[in-house]
């Protein structure tokens, strides 16, 4: 018999459907009958038959059409929602897709798998399974060490040694020992109290990130988990069923417990979780429909899922690798402007790099050489100006490699100690198998990746401060010798004005941004956890810079895209003109 899970006014009804030749509109009917049959006032209507409605599936948002059979329109077990005409949305309410559905709706489940052994995860494994291009499979090495952790907890429990977070409350509680017969429950309670986040969910990529990183911490084996309950969690990885998981919330210690929190509330069955095919559901329905079950936590269990970085990493992770893109487009389009402004390729001589041998530098200037005017790359607007009488250029075309190298360092250096975090163990208290003991310590203090992602939006800032100064000589006439803002008829025509504007706007934005977050401490915890890293901020910030200067460089590249067509017919080196070539392809020259 076919059931479809419907979504009524925030209420989620299993409605079966005995005749499958039934309509959409009996379907809604039926779901509309049982929200009213479970409200104390009917919801507020006097029949079935006056509410006025249309369905639509949660996959993809798709309107159905009400005469249609449910046969014909609708899979086994698929999601779908009623939406009341008149009514007006709650501030509360929980859409059944995240923003970006068209992006969603194209999901489909990877074949290929990455094995995780928590030793060997790299910032871009995990970008790529945020992605929800791969499954994840744990290595036998380490199948081998996660049992070996969880031998030493049955002992502890068996034996009712007095241990924080396994035997005992948490925190403040820590002395306050717990009975045998309780342990269960009091991971339950853990996991529900602590998802106290707010705002909103974390999109689906970084959800499945953050969900792949505490996996792959888990399969270190010094967390305590059952191997039973591991392999359960990377089910619901590999269904991409996804927990709601608010962004705000973490102070980075002990670890990420807020969000890691609500992450594990969807795990045992509660709260609310995502998928591609329910969309936004009531946690145990969106289990259900992919023949999972919810965990069932053993002693230490909850404690294992809930406390590391892996907040603070894994948005970290995708704030490197972005961070390491645009640094890369940013010699590219920097390079297509001093070529628009005429400048000289003068200032990237190698001697001059090869006396201030800093990596980044002299990869920079080494990238300028490669696209500018060269005997392999000749250029016919470098060869236009070859004889005038400009000794040297602005510091912002002239420096970029001092500028933009320290960028590409400061990228490298955070790389480096996000590389390192998202392999490390991270808990509280540790297992350690080998020893047969467990030792509490200070792992889930987020000071490292805080303090690096402080550093990370700080660095790459400066290629949006570089960026908007060149914008503003690509728009001013007695900078550029090109139409003012870059439009042919002035005065009528407005141009680039205002691209630059919001270029500055961005800049300034950014400045705010780059406060470190690292730098406040906030006692919490009775006192306990009395020195916290603010590194869920450090992160989210970092992020927010990031596409700040996404946004300003691709404002750069469209005005100088725009100053080219004023050199024209002359023609710039082969690797630019396939710059341009790109930008065209999708945005035409502007004649406003």
Avoid at 232 to 239: D, G, R
Wanted: charged fraction near 25%; hydrophobic fraction near 40%; proline fraction near 5%.
């Amino acid at each position: 018999m076919p059931r479809y899970t419907v979504h009524v006014r925030g209420e989620w009804l299993a409605v079966p459907c005995l005749n499958s030749r039934n309509t959409i509109q009996w379907l809604g009917k039926e779901a509309v009958r049982r929200y009213m049959k479970n409200k104390p006032d009917n919801g507020g209507f006097a029949s079935v038959e006056e509410v006025r409605f249309y369905m639509r599936r949660c996959k993809g948002l798709g309107l159905l059409d009400l005469d249609d059979t449910v046969e014909d329109a609708l899979e086994d077990n698929e999601f779908v929602e009623v939406v009341i005409e008149g009514d007006i949305m709650s501030p509360d309410f929980i859409p059944s897709q995240p923003e970006g559905v068209h992006l969603y709706s194209k999901y489909r489940e990877p074949e290929q798998y990455i094995s995780l052994d928590g030793n060997s995860l790299t910032t871009e494994n995990l970008v790529d399974l945020g992605k929800g291009l791969y499954k994840i499979k744990l290595t036998p090495e380490a199948e081998a060490k996660v049992k070996q952790s969880r031998e030493v907890i049955e002992r502890i429990v068996k034996e009712q040694t007095v241990v924080y977070g396994i035997t005992t409350g948490f925190g403040k509680f820590a002395r306050t020992v717990i009975p045998n017969s309780n342990l269960r429950e009091l991971q339950v309670n853990l996991v529900r109290s602590h998802s106290a986040g707010v705002g909103k969910p974390l999109t689906p990529e970084r959800t499945r990130m953050l969900l792949a990183l505490r996996i792959n911490v888990l399969a270190k084996g010094y967390s305590g988990i059952s191997l039973e309950t591991l392999e359960q969690v990377i089910e619901v990885f590999n269904a991409s069923c996804l927990p709601y998981i608010p962004e705000k919330g973490t102070v980075g210690a002990s670890g990420d417990l807020a969000p890691l929190s609500h992450l594990a509330l969807g795990l045992i069955g509660e709260g609310k979780m995502w998928s591609p095919k329910s969309g936004w559901a009531d946690a145990k329905y969106v289990l259900e429909a992919h023949g999972l079950k919810p965990i069932t936590l053993k002693p230490k269990e909850g404690l294992a899922l809930i406390n590391g970085t892996q907040m603070i990493t894994s948005l970290g992770c995708e704030a490197v690798e972005r961070a390491g893109a645009i640094a890369r487009q940013a010699d590219i389009i920097a390079a297509l402007t001093l070529e628009v402004l005429k400048g000289t390729t003068r200032a990237f001589d190698t001697d001059i790099h090869a006396v201030r041998p800093h990596r980044g530098q002299a990869e920079v200037a080494f990238r300028f050489r490669s696209l500018l005017d060269s005997d392999h790359h000749p250029s016919e607007i470098a060869e236009s100006h070859r004889f005038c009488d400009r000794v040297q250029d602005a510091y912002t075309m002239r420096c970029c490699p001092q500028v933009h190298g320290i960028v590409n360092d400061t990228i490298a250096f955070v790389k480096d100690i996000i590389t390192t975090e998202i392999n490390s163990a991270t808990d509280n208290p540790m297992v350690f198998a080998e020893r047969e003991e467990t030792i509490s310590g200070g792992n889930f203090h987020g000071e490292y990746p805080a303090k690096a992602l402080d550093y990370l939006a700080i660095g790459v800032h400066e290629l949006a401060a570089i960026s908007e100064r060149r914008i503003e000589r690509l728009c001013n006439p007695s900078l550029s010798e090109l139409p003012a803002f870059l439009v042919t008829e002035g005065g009528l025509n407005s141009g680039f004005m205002i691209a630059h504007c919001t270029a500055a706007a961005l800049v300034s934005e950014n400045k705010a941004l780059c406060h470190p977050s690292s730098v406040d401490s906030l006692s919490t915890s009775a006192a306990t956890e009395d020195h916290v890293s603010m590194g869920g901020w450090a992160a989210r910030k970092a992020l927010r810079v990031i596409e700040h200067v996404e946004q300003v460089l691709a404002i750069e590249l469209l005005a100088a895209c725009q100053g080219i067509e004023f050199l024209r017919p002359l023609r710039t080196t082969t690797p630019l003109e396939k710059v341009y070539d790109l930008v065209r392809s999708v945005v035409r020259f502007g004649k406003w």
